[in-house]
């Protein structure tokens, strides 16, 4: 008489794995950073350290000056630490110590290198604010898109909500955006009367806000809503819609006539 093969072990309805984990254990998470892909679509490497060097190679571009200044970081907390260990007579232990914290300095300084160079590369370009607006990670509600702009300038104004309220960023030249800012406060001031309304420059001229200063700008805005408010805010601007474009001029859509000779066939 023929054996039967042995049946293939029952598949869990929980989705758990082989081991009864689940999906959740030590071995999950080492199968799990096995499956990723080592290279993105373009083909350059996505791990951490990959990361890091690419974000060091566009600083470096743009600021030649960032290895000096992360040398000199990680040195000088390097020195700190031998100070303090000869002083109090462990100087091996205090370098040990000193080493990851002279590293730590060294990617903050990277950090900052790098974020005043993104800065340097989109100022002056349309959409800019808006980009430096979308920084802000939480608390506020930023657009993707400006509620204003002028076609033929580029002019845009980006509004984002917030427990602050709402605040109005003109991204252009100040003498052109101020029309935008006015008209785009006025229309936000009959929805939410009650609400203050806080209007921006961003630019480096005199009485805007630098690019790099801007979210921390918007940040420190003192908080007059609450949680339940700022979403009521939210919803009636967005039943007002966004940007809108204009009509060509010499063209009016309520006194248009049909051709009755088209429908009628010449």
């Given at each position: ?20 984990t ?45 290895t ?8 000088a ?13 462990h ?12 590293l ?24 800019a ?11 506020w ?6 509620v204003?702009?002028d ?6 104004v980006?509004?984002?909500?917030g ?12 003498h ?14 009959r ?7 806080h ?18 700008r918007?940040?420190?805005l ?9 979403g ?6 967005r ?8 009509v ?19």
């Amino acid at each position: 008489m023929a054996r039967r093969a042995p049946a293939p072990p029952p598949a869990n309805a929980a989705g758990k794995g082989a081991d009864g984990t689940g999906g959740r254990g030590p071995l999950a998470a080492l199968r799990r950073r096995r499956a990723r892909p080592k290279f993105g679509p373009d083909g350059r490497p996505t791990g951490r350290i990959a990361q890091m060097r690419q974000v060091y190679d566009m600083t470096r571009k743009a600021d030649p000056s960032v290895t000096w200044w992360m040398l000199g970081v990680a040195a000088a907390v390097l020195v700190v630490a031998l100070v303090i260990g000869f002083a109090v007579g462990h100087p091996i232990y205090l370098t040990v110590i000193g080493l990851p914290l002279a590293l730590l300095g060294a990617m903050v300084v990277l950090a900052r290198k790098a974020e005043a160079a993104a800065y340097s590369q989109i100022e002056g370009r349309p959409g800019a604010a808006g980009a430096a607006l979308r920084s802000i990670r939480r608390g506020w509600d930023i657009g993707e898109e400006p509620v204003a702009i002028d076609p033929r300038t580029q002019d845009s104004v980006f509004r984002g909500v917030g427990r602050a309220g709402v605040v109005l960023v003109g991204d252009g030249a100040p003498h052109r955006v101020a029309k935008l800012l006015e008209g785009e406060r006025r229309k936000v001031a009959r929805v939410v009367p009650s609400v203050p309304v806080h209007v921006m420059q961003a630019g480096s001229g005199e009485g805007q806000v630098p690019l790099p200063k801007l979210a921390r700008r918007v940040q420190r805005l003192k908080p007059v809503m609450t949680k339940a408010e700022m979403g009521q805010v939210q919803g009636r601007l967005r039943a007002i819609g966004g940007m809108r474009m204009p009509v060509p001029k010499g063209v009016d859509p309520m006194r248009a006539r049909p051709d009755r000779k088209a429908a009628r066939g010449r």
